[in-house]
């Protein structure tokens, strides 16, 4: 299955930053909303450059794009759960009304084509047990050409982060 769908690191090109980059990306990681300014006056340059840099790294791909964190329990989705789920056939076609189907569920958050004994890892969250096993009968079973669905329950969080640069 993997190489019936592409991913989207795949069919990018790498993009070279150079070390006033990787700054600002540093810095907007740990504060998006942080000004120009703010960034200007830590990296040392004038807003101008910064803001043009800023400007490229958002053109070029290397910020997909900007987003609040939310904690899932204060949201009422504090059940995570890691999905595994294999297909029956294993086509191209199948693969792609798959991920049509993964991406009108909410409760899935983020999907990965992976190798081994199962085609997609999901993540899952929903606000109970009642609310999960909702979600699984009545959302992810009725996907056709499901072949076999594991569940694996988190039972706490111990890190979360995003890619560091």
Not at 11 to 39: F, G, H, P, W, Y
Not at 128 to 151: A, P, R
Request: hydrophobic share 40%; charged share 25%; aromatic share 6%.
């Amino acid at each position: 299955m993997a190489k019936a769908v592409q991913t989207e690191q795949s069919t990018k090109t790498e993009v070279m930053l150079d070390k006033t980059d990787l700054s600002i990306l540093r810095l907007l990681q740990q504060n998006a909303r942080m000004t120009v300014k703010e960034i200007a006056e830590k990296v040392h340059l004038s807003t101008t450059p910064v803001h043009e840099r800023i400007k490229w790294l958002e053109q070029s791909g290397v910020i997909k794009q900007y987003t609040a964190v939310v904690n899932h329990a204060k949201v009422k989705k504090g059940l995570m759960v890691i999905v595994y789920v294999s297909l029956k056939a294993h086509s191209k076609t199948a693969g792609a009304r798959f991920i049509k189907h993964i991406h009108e569920l909410d409760e899935v958050i983020e999907c990965y084509n992976i190798s081994g004994e199962f085609d997609f890892m999901l993540k899952v969250v929903a606000e109970n047990m009642d609310d999960y096993y909702n979600f699984h009968v009545n959302k992810l079973s009725q996907s056709e050409n499901i072949g076999n669905v594991q569940s694996v329950f988190v039972m706490g969080v111990l890190k979360e982060t995003q890619v560091r640069v």
